[in-house]
């Protein structure tokens, strides 16, 4: 449960936005957000995380007025709107708990009652009560009303808190909440992945809150006291890797003891005569003094009875003390439970409440230490009973997950107040149906559900538990022969959930999926997916009315599903297209075969089996008779794959779709420049427009001006975007319509002039306003009708008057015929899927290693490198082919880090398929033994490690135990024994080959590691989170040639990887991306109050907890300290870092990244030694993430040695910035101007040690460079020349006393020195510059200059510019919203 607290925003928003979305389909976005669907500096948001979530209603809307009307122009009002988000303004209200003064509690006129409850069931002083009503003037309030919906509510209103009766559930959830209260401070329920705990380790570095409550308050003063020596391990240079500090001890969870034992009674339930009595259940208890007791809940409260463990005395005992609340039940019998009560409480409250919410999915830890495994009455009940959150105690028990799911789609959605209520109850539903899910696929593989085919072989059962119905990934039935068998039955979940995940976010009224979760455990594949209501009860072939059963061979079509695809064609890009039936009938589709249409008995259009949404990849797909382009041939495609099944990605077609439509745009203007010049007398018509198409980009939120008659069923105008549906202006000059395609582009640069994305970022709303904006309109004059029809054949567009580009994805789907009159459009089709291939290869894969050299990507580990190729559209089979394509670039060594991370991916992947059917083949009771194994071969140096196989511990009396019930797919049970280290690597090597394509080199881990610079360390991490794996945390001896590292014991767990749907927050979203875009242009302040708004959006929708919501307090923070908040920044930022330990996870490249912004804050605050702990602490997870040779290695010891510079910790200075100084010089090439702020900064502590010559030297190395890049007159090279006549100086004056001395012996005068202590300030504004953030005094005709000169550079930058993405921002914001895939 959330637990809500004082500091957390309210949980619903406090904003009631004007609705402007009545009138005729307006957007309620205001003008800032027209310019908002930008990439979010780079923040990497993977087109699948489409954008577009909220548009439906809009959509219409939009649809129904541009094709009647045919007519824009209402788009140029809705432009001037701005949104105006009227902040309800709280109140105070007093709350009179029994037994406690009266406080005042702050509240919002949207909350509800229920809200006001969680509160008082978190404050210390009341935490104990859950049964009781809130009651106004003796009027008992409705727990789910809202504040501002009850009569005489109002501010200083006294609300009394009123003791109510208890039922049995009531009871029940009191123990519940006394067990939470109790267990509050113990961390096992993060270390085994339960109820949505996870990890945090922050406050153990800042010794508790940053903030006012912390426990320093005095600045500055305490340079003295600091000890700066870091641990060993952290130091520069050092080989150690311990695992140990991954997880440090903190001290604050050896709980208190309150109570020994607290659990169900046997005697429950109570008989009849008791229940007439009041009984409700009984309490055993044992407390800390060893007193036994037996308490009665009764309707009235709680006492003891006499009852013992073996006789049923249900009277009440001496002293008869009845308490409604167990707390003050247990305070009067067991003193110690008084004190320790209040203590732990106490603590429990100083936490951070980041520290303490439910995250939204559930994070697992592969570390942990040894848990004492404590009773609990709770968690035992949970464990034999389907509960699934709190929601078990609503009426009816078991969820209908389907009702839920679709429900929560059909809310309205036509202003923002009921967007934000319908996205919120959308992501609350998936999140608990996810937990459910994934609970529900354990329970399958661990044998605990009953299958509905239970006399069918263990591979083909089928299971329903919960209203979830579960498949596991192998063929069955040999659905999938042709296509791959098993491996096609493994590969189709995941594409079938990236299809959910893509009509998902298109959201079209009336058309529905299924919830669906893929997840793996144990080495199985188990599908889960929400139940089709009536499905169950009738057989396939009678239910499906739309698309095929047998992949093609019979297929059938539905109106009402043409017509609802429809609507999802433009933005999939999925081309309407006709296959023969069995009967030889042409048949119309709008999706590939496989999809199939269902109607529900609930009257609902279902889609699913939705693995073909995208087109196939032609690389992975050899077809008879079929080249491929030759640049993909030069690579050695095509290439056979496992399965059929190689889909292309949706951020692939995405890019492929802009490239294309810069294409267009540029043979287009290009023509229509040429009949220009041949045609003087058309002057007057073209020049306003056609000139500047050539320089203007892809403005990204075109219009979509009305279609040419003869094409508009074909393409309806739909936008993608609210903020695009109308609000983007429609072409304002009155230039005739001709020009029309490049007067859109042109009036959009100057609203949109910041960076636009392109291969990566959110080009999901780019892509479809644009590309598909239709560009034509009655084209009076035919020669540019001409122009248009011929840019149009030569992108590949399906419409010869507009730029539209779609795919057939059942082209080269084998069993799928096409009739005799689309042979020309089926060679179209084949010809742009061959385009698309050679596009990944070609344009995708260089551009994704030029960002990585030019470190506008920046991967650093497994996870962020596959992000890297997703949010670019390579899939991972290609990852062979990148690393190749990297070992062939000549800045080869500037890739190092790159080509290692990729190495360790190929790797760790490679053991992982390995793993996989390994683990299949293990019965339960060896589990620990069979991961210890293979972990042993995989990492340990002990050649010939020997698997234990588990002796039983128990004798059995039967020997030849014959069990029916077998694990699925079991063989041998003890074939796992057998393997050596020397067959795993030979079968990941083979593996690497044959599924990549790439041939590594090394038999064994030592080689590996030897050949290719790998850590044992960071290969473990990579396989545990892959495989689902959780060891003890302790040191490993990898290395050691005598025993094995692992033994079966140190094996803790294996959890599920799941994989799901993320939904969206849009509007919010759409805020946050306003917010950047204004920060970009330089508007701090608008940009602020932008971001604050998504932040109350955020919070609206996701709760508390969530990436985005971490991305936004980030760039909060950041703001915050450009403008002089110190205070501000670090608050925020410290919510940032919490955040992203909980939710990614305590050592993800994000939470590193955050640490080193809080240490920035922290020193900015005077907090030196908190920001030196946070930097090592950085430091460490990078050393184990991955490793000490990385390009972000040298920022971060940039960062500790000039913390430590100011610190006068010379000498350890000097190891750190001299590591940052060879990191640079190897990354960035040693001419790079990084290169010579490492010189300098090396140069600034030796002047500091009075060591001038060599402080020379490094200055003079950073005055060359800054000489030859940026030439004399900069003012780098004057800063740096002025330093070098001082350095000369100074060390000309050491000279000089020096020869004095040796002169004059003991009796010579010496000049006194300067020896300056760097000051705090230069320091900071050292660090600043190291970390992107530059501040210039300017006045404020400077600024407006600055502004004009920074969007006239951006749009010249983006008309030059079509594959790359914008690198830095005037204030290199650089933030990535980390997703998952």
């Not at 007025?65 to 009002?77: H, I, L």
Request: aromatic share 8%; charged share 25%; hydrophobic share 35%.
């Amino acid at each position: 449960m959330v637990s809500k607290t004082d500091e957390i925003p309210a949980s619903v928003p406090n904003c009631n936005a004007v609705d402007l979305a009545e009138e005729g389909g307006e957007t309620p976005d205001s003008k800032e957000t027209t310019t908002s669907v930008k990439d979010p500096c780079a923040c990497g948001h993977g087109a699948d995380t489409a954008v577009m979530n909220g548009n439906g209603a809009q959509e219409d809307e939009a649809e129904s007025k541009q094709d009647g009307g045919g007519d824009t122009d209402g788009g140029d009002e809705s432009n001037e709107q701005e949104v105006i988000v009227i902040q309800d303004t709280g109140f105070t209200v007093k709350i009179q708990a029994p037994g406690t003064e009266p406080f005042d509690l702050q509240v919002s006129p949207q909350e509800m009652v229920q809200e006001i409850h969680q509160v008082l069931m978190d404050r210390e002083d009341t935490c104990h009560r859950t049964c009781f009503s809130l009651q106004l003037d003796g009027n008992v309030l409705d727990n789910f009303a809202e504040l501002k919906s009850i009569e005489g509510l109002q501010e200083g209103s006294l609300l009394k808190v009123v003791e109510e009766p208890y039922t049995v559930r009531e009871a029940r959830i009191h123990v519940r909440h006394i067990r939470d209260l109790l267990k509050s401070l113990d961390p096992s329920d993060s270390y085994n992945g339960v109820d949505c705990n996870s990890l945090s380790f922050l406050s153990l570095f800042t010794d508790g809150d940053l903030g006012d409550s912390g426990k320093r308050k005095k600045k500055g003063s305490e340079l003295e006291q600091i000890d700066c020596t870091p641990p060993e391990h952290i130091l520069p240079g050092s080989k150690d890797r311990p695992l140990v500090p991954l997880q440090p001890q903190n001290k604050d969870w050896k709980p208190t003891l309150c109570l020994k034992v607290l659990t169900m009674s046997g005697w429950n339930p109570p008989p009849g005569n008791r229940k007439m009595h009041g009984d409700l259940m009984y309490l055993y208890m044992v407390t800390v003094e060893e007193r036994h007791i037996s308490i009665t809940a009764s309707t009235r409260g709680f006492y003891l009875n006499q009852s013992t463990t073996y006789t049923f005395n249900p009277k009440p005992a001496n002293p008869s003390f009845l308490s409604h609340s167990l707390v003050e039940l247990l305070s009067q019998v067991s003193p110690a439970f008084k004190k320790n009560f209040t203590a732990l409480q106490k603590k429990r409250v100083q936490r951070h409440p980041f520290e303490r919410i439910a995250t939204p999915f559930q994070v697992y830890s592969w570390t942990a230490p040894q848990m004492d495994h404590a009773m609990d009455c709770v968690r035992a009940e949970d464990a034999y009973t389907s509960r699934l959150g709190y929601e078990e105690h609503i009426p009816g028990q078991t969820r209908d997950w389907n009702e839920e799911l679709q429900t929560t789609r059909e809310l309205a959605r036509k202003n923002l107040p009921e967007r934000l209520l319908r996205e919120r109850a959308i992501f609350k539903v998936h999140s608990d149906f996810a937990a459910a899910a994934t609970r529900g696929a354990m329970a399958v593989i661990d044998g605990n559900v009953m299958a509905i085919n239970p006399g069918e072989e263990t591979r083909m059962q089928m299971f329903i538990w919960n209203n979830i119905f579960f498949s596991l990934g192998f063929d069955v039935r040999d659905h999938y022969r042709e296509l791959g068998g098993d491996a096609a039955a493994h590969a189709a979940p995941t594409n079938d959930l990236n299809g959910v995940r893509a009509y998902g976010a298109v959201d079209v009224e009336g058309l529905y999926t299924l919830g669906t979760v893929v997840v793996d455990y144990r080495g199985y594949r188990v599908t889960a997916q929400s139940i089709i209501p009536g499905i169950l009860e009738r057989e396939q072939e009678q239910s499906v009315i739309y698309g095929s059963i047998d992949f093609g061979k019979t297929v059938v079509s539905h109106t009402k599903y043409l017509e609802l695809l429809e609507k999802t064609s433009r933005p999939l890009k999925v081309q309407k297209h006709s296959v023969l039936n069995e009967k030889d009938e042409s048949v119309e589709l709008c999706s590939s075969v496989e999809c199939k249409g269902i109607i529900g008995n609930d009257g609902r259009h279902y889609i699913l089996d939705l693995l073909r949404t995208f087109p196939p990849d032609l690389n992975f797909l050899p077809v008879e008779g079929e080249d491929v382009a030759p640049e993909c041939v030069r690579q050695g495609f095509p290439r056979q794959h496992r399965h059929r099944l190689a889909c292309l990605r949706q951020d692939l077609i995405e890019a492929f779709v802009e490239h294309r439509y810069l294409l267009f745009m540029k043979m287009a203007a290009l023509q229509l420049m040429q009949q220009k010049a041949n045609k003087e007398n058309k002057v007057a018509a073209l020049t306003e427009t056609s000139s500047p198409a050539l320089e203007a980009p892809p403005a990204p939120l075109l219009t979509d001006t009305p279609e040419s008659s003869t094409d508009s069923s074909e393409t309806s105008t739909e936008t993608l975007t609210e903020s695009n549906a109308d609000a983007t202006a429609a072409p304002t000059e009155a230039a005739p319509k001709t020009a029309q395609l490049d007067s859109t582009q042109t009036t959009h640069t100057k609203e949109a002039a910041t960076p636009t994305t392109t291969t990566n970022g959110p080009s999901e709303p780019v892509a479809t306003a644009t590309q598909n904006g239709e560009c034509e309109s009655p084209l009076e004059d035919p020669k540019s009708r001409e122009v248009v029809l011929n840019a149009c054949k030569a992108v590949g567009s399906i419409s010869n008057t507009s730029f539209d580009i779609r795919f057939n994805p059942d082209i080269f789907s084998p069993g799928v015929r096409f009739p005799d009159d689309s042979v020309e459009d089926i060679q179209k089709q084949k010809q742009l899927l061959k385009d698309a291939a050679a596009f990944l290869v070609s344009c995708q894969i260089p551009s994704l290693v030029k960002d990585c050299l030019d470190h506008s990507a920046l991967p650093m580990d497994g996870a962020t490198l596959t992000e890297a190729l997703h949010q670019r559209g390579i899939n991972i089979r290609y990852l062979g082919n990148v690393l190749e394509f990297v070992d062939k670039t000549p800045a080869k060594a500037q890739l190092e880090h790159f080509y290692r991370i990729g190495i360790s991916e190929l790797i760790t992947r490679c053991a992982k398929h390995f793993f996989k059917t390994y683990l299949q083949g293990v019965e339960l009771s060896a589990l620990s033994a069979a991961v210890s194994h293979f972990l042993n071969c995989f990492l340990s140096s002990f050649a010939d490690a020997v698997a234990h196989l588990p002796t039983d511990e128990l004798v059995s009396r039967r020997k030849n135990r014959k069990r029916k019930n077998r694990v699925p797919g079991g063989g041998d049970n003890t074939a796992w024994a057998s393997l050596t280290p020397s067959e795993l690597w030979k079968s990941i090597v083979s593996e690497a080959q044959s599924y990549y394509h790439f041939t590594l080199y090394c038999e064994s881990v030592d080689l590996a590691v030897e050949k290719y610079g790998l850590q044992k360390i960071t290969l473990l991490r990579e396989i545990s989170i892959k495989a689902g794996i959780q060891i003890l945390i302790k040191e490993y001896n990898f290395d050691s040639r005598h025993k094995p590292a692992f033994t079966e014991e140190d094996i803790l767990n294996i959890f599920p990887v799941v994989k799901h749907v993320n939904p969206k927050a849009s509007d919010a979203f759409h805020f946050f991306q306003s917010g950047q875009a204004k920060v970009q242009q330089g508007f701090l302040k608008e940009g602020c109050e932008l971001i604050n708004e998504a932040l109350n959006l955020f919070n609206n929708v996701y709760g508390a907890m969530h990436v985005e919501i971490c991305a936004c307090l980030r760039l909060l923070a950041r703001l915050n300290y450009i403008m002089g908040d110190h205070a501000e920044a670090l608050s925020n930022q410290q919510k940032a870092v919490l955040m992203s330990e909980r939710v990614l996870g305590i050592e993800h490249p994000n939470t590193i990244q955050e640490y080193m912004h809080l240490a920035l804050y922290c020193f900015a605050n005077g907090q030196l030694s908190t920001a030196l702990k946070l930097l090592y602490r950085a430091r460490y997870l990078m050393l184990m993430v991955s490793g000490e040779d990385h390009p972000e290695m040298a920022l971060l010891d940039s960062n500790i040695g000039l913390v430590l510079h100011g610190v006068m910790e010379y000498d350890l200075s000097l190891r750190f910035l001299e590591n940052a100084l060879a990191i640079n010089s190897k990354y960035h090439g040693p001419r790079s101007l990084k290169v010579a702020l490492s010189h300098h900064l090396v140069a600034r502590v030796y002047e500091s040690k009075a060591e001038f010559r060599s402080a020379l030297q490094h200055e003079k190395e950073g005055y060359t460079i800054y000489k030859n890049q940026v030439g004399e007159a900069h003012e780098k090279t004057k800063e740096s020349s002025e330093y070098l006549k001082y350095l000369t100086q100074q060390a000309v004056a050491l000279q000089r006393t020096m020869n004095e001395i040796y002169k004059n012996g003991s009796n010579a005068s010496i000049m006194p020195l300067k020896f300056t202590a760097p000051s705090m300030a230069s320091v900071l504004e050292q660090l600043n510059i190291i970390n992107g953030i530059i501040f210039i005094p300017l006045s404020q005709k400077d600024l407006e200059n600055l502004k004009a000169e920074v969007q006239r550079r951006q749009q010249l930058q983006e008309a030059g510019r079509s594959d790359e993405l914008a690198e830095h921002s005037p204030l290199e914001l650089e933030d990535k919203i980390p997703i998952d895939d």
